[in-house]
């Protein structure tokens, strides 16, 4: 059964770092690029981070450049967005999708096809 499980959300104040994992079940992680998105209460969901199968494919959102970092082990078949500097305004449900092409990064929903079920990121004090 195909599955992408995110864990590694929480509680942190402003200035913190966490580091989200998505590890990937029912296929071969090495073939396939993975995005990270999010989505706060009464946004759309954005594209925040995005590695695709093969290195050298990268996107980030505007706002996490330098501040976020996505990377892969696909020998761990795991996914980690590695997130410095919080700010209050990171506060959402992050979620990691896979694209089901090689080599491409997006960040758009509609091209990605299976979804984890979140986790919850709030920046508080």
């Known amino acids: 059964q195909l599955q992408l499980v995110e864990s590694g959300g929480g509680l942190v104040q402003p200035g913190g770092s966490l580091r989200l994992s998505c590890t990937a079940s029912?296929?071969?992680?090495?073939?396939?690029?993975i995005g990270w998105f999010r989505q706060a209460p009464g946004k759309e969901r954005e594209g925040v981070a995005c590695i695709s199968s093969s290195v050298g494919r990268l996107y980030y959102l505007d706002s996490v450049k330098g501040r976020f970092t996505i990377s892969r082990d696909n020998a761990k078949i795991t996914v980690y967005l590695q997130m410095n500097s919080l700010k209050p305004e990171d506060t959402a449900v992050y979620y990691c999708?896979?694209?089901?092409?090689?080599?491409?990064?997006?960040?758009?929903?509609?091209?990605?096809?299976?979804w984890g079920q979140g986790t919850q990121v709030t920046v508080s004090s």
């Open positions: 999708a896979r694209i089901p092409r090689r080599s491409v990064c997006s960040p758009y929903v509609h091209e990605y096809d299976y």
């Open positions: 029912g296929f071969t992680l090495d073939y396939y690029g």
